[in-house]
């Protein structure tokens, strides 16, 4: 199907433009309209690539690109179609199938603000094999000198002869009406051909290295402005300033950052910069650099946020405080559906990481109520103001400022959006720190008398097995082993039932929990639970370890004719060995948990309490000797060792006490055992 070519004023004055460039240049060259419609070549460009079929003049770059570099072309070409010139290296398929490397670059064309067209330029990259350098400066500059040839020289003079000015397009606060800050643009004053917008000289700029004195005159020029501005009482603005490629690549860009501030007296803070990704494709280096610049007090910002492959890695590596929304976006946002959710979107996850949004292109009193809508922060446009001089910006700065107040929703209700919006955030905030917690914080209440989760978050869920979705909107039966749910859901009943802080311990899937529950009241009835857990399974194995060691310290105990027992730091007896039985002729249950001072013989007493307190004090082992009454009257002779066991706290907890009957040995001696 052959598409229709757009005969319009500005296609054919395009296309005449176009020819009059290129149609005798020596390397290949075209032109198509906004639609992707050939509308000429010259020599060159058909003597590689073939003319096109009579059927279509529909531009493939399929046709002249191999399939590996497709890809990159096709971005390159959507980056021309939304405003940026950018060359790429590509493998060329000529008419005979062979391969050429070259360098191909997209340039926009615009008439009236409008996109009328795109010039395609191809450069072979020609290598010199001695020097190991292209054979022009880069095939990428080649390019884009071709395409501004012409002007380069008119360009060189304009600097001289002070045709260029910088204009300023302000960009408002769409909550409060208010312009707070403002963009530096710089337009090209022509003897004959009027003013030139960037887009038709910026690249032979850019290729020629003017773009570099270019470059600091504007930044100066708009530094010197805006502290003009605030000295005259205009208050506090943000100047934006676009760093282009080739002067973000320079060494020196942050010192000519630095003393365009110094030489200016503006603060850092009310200076901008804006970059674009394709500057930044060495990540490292422009990490680095942005870094820097960032420590002068500048603010970073990232043009035309949306429409590059690799935008959203700024958002995770780069110091930028900015992100200003792409007009292409913008212009049809409140018709394409698509646009609007991609707004929506770059508006909400900006905000989620504390970045600033700002719309560009905003022309229709309903793109400003989409955005205010959506919470964006700033908008820039024509809706508010073209890009004009310094002196008509202040001229009609009252006026500005009140757009946003006629045209847009009131202050009052952005408000309420913004206060909504703001708990959203909160809660979302809340939810995230939940989740990061080690333990687990969980509600529910009572549907049908059953009881539903409906909050569970924290770490220790996913140590469970579970997952925050798959338990909230569940009973204990639906994710639990029944038995399990059955003992859990009656503490549940317990708290629904309002009783304070109820408390258990359980085990899901070998992980050990302490959980509390609380009753939630709203006019005297309990409405929901709300409950906490946390890990105790380390606790619990200390403690089953402990319970193994004493279950074999007891079957040594229990199997030993020594007199074995654990003492309280009061000395009452905790534990006793089945041999204190035998040996004193009483029944253990008499024996444990009381002490042995009313065994003990009345001589014996004193001296055995002195020893216990003393092994107390020293907190170390002691030995003694004393008399225990039997139980038939006699007066039999032990001798103990105790051991003090120290706590956390450096104070003894127990005694373990091992005593062994040495009255055979005491017959005969001088103390009285009658």
């Known amino acids: ?113 409008a996109l009328v067209g795109i010039y395609g330029l191809a450069t072979p990259l020609v290598r010199d094999s001695a020097a190991g350098m292209d054979a022009a400066e880069s095939a990428a500059g080649r390019a884009a000198a071709l395409a501004g040839a012409p002007l380069v020289e008119a360009l060189s003079r304009a600097i001289d002869l002070d045709q260029l000015r910088v204009y300023y397009q302000p960009h408002l606060d769409i909550r409060t009406g208010r312009i707070v800050g403002t963009e530096a643009l710089l337009r090209w004053h022509h003897p004959e051909r009027g003013i030139v917008a960037p887009c038709d000289f910026i690249p032979a700029a850019e290729a020629s290295k003017l773009i570099l004195p270019i470059g600091e005159w504007v930044l100066r020029t708009a530094c010197a402005q805006n502290k003009a501005w605030q000295d005259q009482g205009a208050g506090p603005l943000t100047i934006a300033v676009n760093l282009s490629p080739r002067q973000f690549e320079q060494e020196n860009v942050v010192d000519m950052v630095g003393r ?27 990490i680095a650099t942005l870094k820097e610049l960032k420590r002068l007090g ?72 989409f955005l205010q809508q959506n919470l964006c922060d700033e908008a820039q446009g ?15 700065f009252q006026h500005i400022n009140g757009v946003v107040a006629s045209l847009g ?20 905030n809340l939810e995230t720190t939940l989740r990061k917690q080690q333990g687990v914080t969980m509600k529910f ?37 029944p038995d399990v749910a059955d003992r859990i859901e009656g503490y549940y009943r317990r708290a629904w039932l309002g009783e304070e802080h109820v408390s258990y311990e359980a085990d899901i899937g070998g992980i050990w929990f302490l959980s509390s529950l609380r009753p939630m009241r709203r006019g005297g009835k309990v409405v929901e639970v709300i409950g906490s857990a946390i890990d105790i399974t380390e606790r619990k194995r200390a403690e089953d370890a402990l319970r193994q060691v ?17 003492l309280d730091a009061a000395g009452r007896m905790q534990f006793v060995s089945p041999s204190h039985a035998l040996f004193l002729g009483i ?9 042995l001072s009313d065994l003990i013989h009345p001589e014996d007493r004193q001296h055995a309490i002195a020893f216990f307190d003393d092994m107390m004090k020293q907190k170390k082992p002691s030995h003694g000797e004393f008399r225990l009454r039997h139980g038939d009257g006699r007066w039999l002779w032990v001798e103990t060792g105790c051991t003090p066991v120290l706590g956390g706290d450096g104070q003894v907890e127990r005694v373990i006490s091992v005593g062994r009957d040495i009255t055979p040995r005491k017959q005969g001696g001088s103390r009285d055992e009658s």
């Open 1 to 113: 199907m052959v598409q229709e070519r757009a005969e319009t004023p500005q296609v054919k004055q395009f296309v005449q433009s176009a020819k009059m460039m290129f149609e005798h240049h020596s390397e290949p060259a075209w032109w198509v309209d906004v639609n992707g419609i050939l509308l000429g070549g010259n020599e060159a460009f058909h003597a590689l690539f073939g003319r096109p079929p009579k059927e279509s003049n529909e531009f493939h770059l399929n046709r002249m690109v191999a399939k590996r570099d497709l890809l990159r072309g096709t971005r390159c070409m959507l980056k021309a179609k939304a405003g940026r010139a950018q060359p790429v290296e590509a493998a060329c398929i000529g008419k005979d199938g062979g391969e050429t490397a070259m360098s191909i670059t997209f340039v926009p064309v615009y008439a009236d603000r």
């Open 382 to 396: 024509y809706l508010f103001s073209r890009p004009v001089p310094a002196e008509a910006l202040m001229q009609n």
């Open 298 to 369: 500048v603010k970073i910002s990232v043009d035309d946020f949306g429409i590059g492959y690799s935008s959203l890695y700024y958002l995770k590596r780069f110091p930028i405080d900015t992100l200003k929304i792409d007009q292409s976006f913008v212009r049809d946002c409140t018709e394409d559906d698509n646009d609007a959710m991609i707004i929506k979107t770059i508006i909400a996850m900006a905000h989620h990481l504390n970045l600033n949004v700002i719309a560009e292109g905003v022309e229709k009193p309903e793109h400003l109520i």
């Open 260 to 286: 365009a501030l110094a030489d200016t007296g503006l603060e850092p803070r009310y200076l901008e910069l804006e970059i674009t990704e394709g500057m930044t494709m060495d990540v490292e280096r422009s």
């Open 587 to 595: 029944s253990l249950d008499k024996l444990e948990g009381n002490t």
């Open 550 to 566: 004493y279950a074999s310290y007891r079957l040594i105990a229990e199997n030993s004719t020594d007199l074995i027992s654990v």
């Open 409 to 428: 929703i009131k202050a009052g209700l952005t408000d309420q959006m913004l206060m909504r919006e703001q708990a959203r955030a909160t809660r979302r």
């Open 445 to 481: 209440k009572k549907e049908k008398e059953q009881f539903v989760h409906t909050l569970c978050e924290g770490e220790l869920v996913f140590r469970m097995g579970f997952s925050p979705e798959f338990i909230v909107g569940k009973t204990l039966r639906e994710f639990l082993p």
